[in-house]
């Protein structure tokens, strides 16, 4: 952080814990230089960051003002999705959304993408860059089917952390999470079978679903504790399941963490019916509280398991290193595995295994959560401003998505189209959803550093929704 | 090559084309070191090297001699599959063989790994190491689904030598040409269907097929000119046929590339039969002569070839870089694409980019052709001396890969068991059918430069082929 960014920081924490209140006015530009032995420059720049994200205003010739928040935060409510087998469809939804993530003239509010900035990725570019430069022949051939041994042990140990003894044997490794969950997938469930998911639900493995012409049974799912078990134990009851696959660590969208308890409980059940779990733990690294939340897989005492995992979430997606702990199914997931790419690419796996051994692997996480922690306290403050009453939010405890969900009458699918001419763009809830459901909710991407334009997006967005409640509520006042 | 290589290559190419013959004292040293202007221990050095490949030999006081070729050249006769559809097994023979490719204590002869030793690869390694110094946050973010455009402008370019006109947006890359066969056949069919194949085949496309539910049915292929188009159109007429997969350039395990017309021919009767067709040209870019062989897709004028190669067999398959151009089933192919990996990684597409935007590729190209051409004269020789009587062997046109077919009573899969023990290692012929028929055939791997310890190592497959046939022989006597 720079000099002001600490003190911008160490003010909107002063503001958070109600030692500056709504209202009050801060202190002077010249009282700040003297307490933090900064600049005039500084302290004004500070307060310029303030500004931007409506956290303070300046008032000409008074000083500057807490802002008021709009309205107190508002959770969503237990999800309840069609309780019955369903084909995926929403296809063309993602791919307008993973078709060209890198068009840059338009500001992509909604995607997975981490920061990419953070200097503590520094070195595993020079890693990377170095490897290269000196990598002899071996470097560049096929890997072994597994993947590269060093990357295993260093993805065994990272795994105790969240309760699990696993061995490099146990792991193979991947293009990316995406393929260990198609690959996890594709080992357990052929078409027409039925696949349990938390709902709403990562579109990446919805797609996988419908590639495999499988149906998805989406579960109830509350926002803060994860998919419902009593739901669930019906459905299996009901359904012949052939695979329940969750994310109960951080999860994508709604940004819970299942609490011990009941990932416990989860695997039992599961053991109760005999039925395999496909664990996306991609995000469970960006936890922000200590420690590390336990996997489901932590609970597995019969191999039932299959822990699906990258480093896309955590450092770099373009790397496309990712990884699966398959249980008792290696065999059947190795063979997926060989089909599906051969072997995933030799040095971008060393480069992380030296990245991680060398330390800085945790170094990077503990600065990335809290800058993402930093950034989530920013964005509900933006939301809590210029968002429509009645907009509920999720509370993430990692990550970086936020989860919303819009007072009836909202489609944002519909709001995505009018936000096309400012060239911002949101991920619809329809997207995490097989049927489509979900058009009333949104996710949110606060991942990059919060700044004036992401501010007014934000704001843009808030205000379009309104013009559309607005519009809706005459809508039906006139008919 | 060093000064001692060039004088060892261009004796070697007198005896190739009889200037010395069989029998004759080739020149002196002495002489030699006038001729080229040389010292004496390059000559010595170049007599060595010729010893070392079973060329010349040297006779105390007398000097070096011309060597006999054992036995005339026999090329592999027309195969004979069985002609209906079948399951796919021999999973467990393909995994000895990908499990490890780098367990450097074992000396693959069969394996299909490209020289990566050649100096034309190092302006390669410098761009990779340059892009992970030089790169800004979005090399290391998702690449478009699509692939990075800087390749596939590239690839649209490079495709013209072979007959096509592409445009950047027909071509998707993928992650090897592994998950470009792999998505081309689950975008054209699922469980029970049935796919035609030239056989023998490719070990990892047979194995796609197992992993979908899917049959294989194997066409007779001739050895010199490929596919049987007589059997395939019986075969089209009497099975519900949904794909033709075929190698029809610098085949794999063949090396035959099929003549022009029958590749024309092949596409009408595809045409006739309302029938996809997934090329993989894997090797195209390897064959040895001039013009680049056309590929079927240059004949495709309604869109139902999928053309499918990577960088893996002329670069290196450690990068993971390969291409498909999918004609009418793009959108299928896209959303097979999407859920199979996400994007593939972005920085070595655009390193290869680069690499043949600047001309390094195609001199990489002239030099390794070349360069395989070389030794695949040399292990011929080696094969012709040390081999069994009645040894069949293809002649390749391109790549890097030679096909052997064995006498009656050789059990290639026995002959891998055996040579366990001398740490060597054959490709089996069964890898490369469906129902492990070809136990008489292995495939030997040539691209790396011949050394003494290779030279050894084929001697010993073929006397251990020689001392198994002596069994049987003996076995077949006594009963």
Redesign the interface.
Known sequence: MTRYEQVAEELRRRIEHGLYRVGDRLPSIRALCQEFGVSVSTVQEAYRRLEDVALVESRPKSGFFVLPRQVPTQLPTMTRPAQRPLDVSQ?DQ??AM?????D?TVLMLGGG?PD??SPT?KPL??L???L??G?G??????????GSLELRRQVARLTTASGCLLHPDDILTT??C??AL?IAI?ALA??GDVVAVDSPSFY?TL??L??N?LKALEIPTDPQTGISLEALELALEQWPIRAIQVTPTCNNPLGYTMPEAKKRELVRLAQRFDVAIIEDDVYGDLAYGLPRPRTLKSFDDDGRVLLCSSF?KTL?????VGWIAPGRYRDRV???K???????????QLAVAAFVERGHYERHLREITRQYQRHRDILLGWIERWFPTGTAVSYPQGSFLLWLEMPAGIDCVDLNARLAASRIRIAPGSLFSASGKYRDCLRLNYAPRPTADTARAVRTVGETLSAMLDEERAWQASS
């Open positions: 296809w993602v791919l993973v078709g060209s993530p890198g840059e993408i990419l900035e990725l570019q020079r990377l860059g170095g290269h430069r990598s022949a071996q470097g560049y051939n096929y890997d072994p089917l597994a293009t990316g995406q393929e198609a594709r052929g078409p990446g797609q996988i419908k590639a012409g896309s770099m997606p373009g790397l496309r190795a063979h997926m060989y089909v599906s790419t051969g072997a995933s690419a030799t040095l971008p």
